[in-house]
């Protein structure tokens, strides 16, 4: 079957993502990603890259932390 990534916690994305008031059709322009393609990694069919997750980090200025914990389960 398909590679579930269990450590992407899209909850936390959308949390932040509420916080700073940006919906994902905003974020995805912010970062140069279609909509579409955006949507299908946050609901998980899709991984983030490396790159992708760079551009959402600083597209939303998150810490360090924030990063790990949203994007690696840390």
Known sequence: GRKENKMFKANLLKAEMVKQNVNAEELAERIGMK???FFRRLNGSVDFSVEEVRKVKNA???????????????
């Not at 939303?60 to 840390?74: A, H, P």
């Open 60 to 74: 939303l200025k998150l810490s360090g932390d924030q990063t790990l914990q949203i994007f690696f389960g840390e």
């Open 35 to 37: 909509k579409s393609a």
